[in-house]
């Protein structure tokens, strides 16, 4: 506390040197070596979309592939640039008439696709192990990953619902499960 009872800036929020100080240090110290890539098929949402750079943006992604009717950014979706809050434009994205194919595409590349869906023979996140070349997965907001993707996904996670909802929003799982890759 500051003698006139203030909070200092150690028990205040951060703000301009001091959180850019505050980010590099726990960049050094959290970053465990994992590349992801997001992967996102047919998410029409713009503002799951725009979450989905600011997600991408906060663990550092390689790339954000929009797949299928995803939304995309560009001068008539301001809504998803209120969103994105600017990292459309500083995260490589690109997008793919097939999800499917994109991962197949990365898995060429040596990429292992992680489908963000309650299937049959998926795992809660929590237990999964990640490989570090890895593409998450995450699909629409009402019918979720298609079979034909899931197909092309060796490895598939769920969060564990403890509530009366059936899952979470789709940029919620992602960033459950993204900061779970990053810091197992």
């Excluded at 028990?11 to 465990?32: C, I, N, Q, W």
């Excluded at 298609?146 to 197909?151: P, S």
């Excluded at 598939?156 to 990053?182: C, D, E, T």
Aim: positive net charge.
């Amino acid at each position: 506390m500051m003698p006139d009872g203030q909070p200092g800036r150690e028990d205040g929020p951060l703000r301009g040197t001091d959180l850019k100080r505050f980010h590099r240090e726990a960049r050094r110290e959290y970053s465990g070596g994992s590349e992801i890539t997001i992967v996102c098929e047919n998410v029409q949402d713009p503002v799951n979309v725009g979450t989905v750079f600011r997600i991408g943006d906060a663990v550092h992604v390689r790339e954000i592939v929009l797949a299928g009717t995803s939304a995309l950014p560009g001068p008539s979706r301001r809504v998803l640039t209120a969103a994105a809050r600017g990292k459309e434009d500083v995260i490589p994205w690109r997008h793919a008439p097939e999800a499917a194919a994109a991962l197949r595409e990365l898995a060429a590349g040596g990429v292992t696709a992680c489908a963000l869906e309650i299937a049959g023979n998926a795992v809660a996140y929590h237990e999964a192990a990640y490989p570090r070349r890895l593409a998450l997965v995450v699909g629409n907001e009402e019918y979720g990953v298609t079979r034909r993707t899931l197909a092309a996904c060796p490895l598939r996670v769920f969060v564990p619902m403890f509530g009366r909802g059936r899952s979470l929003n789709v940029a919620v799982s992602l960033a459950v499960v993204a900061y779970r890759v990053l810091l197992p």
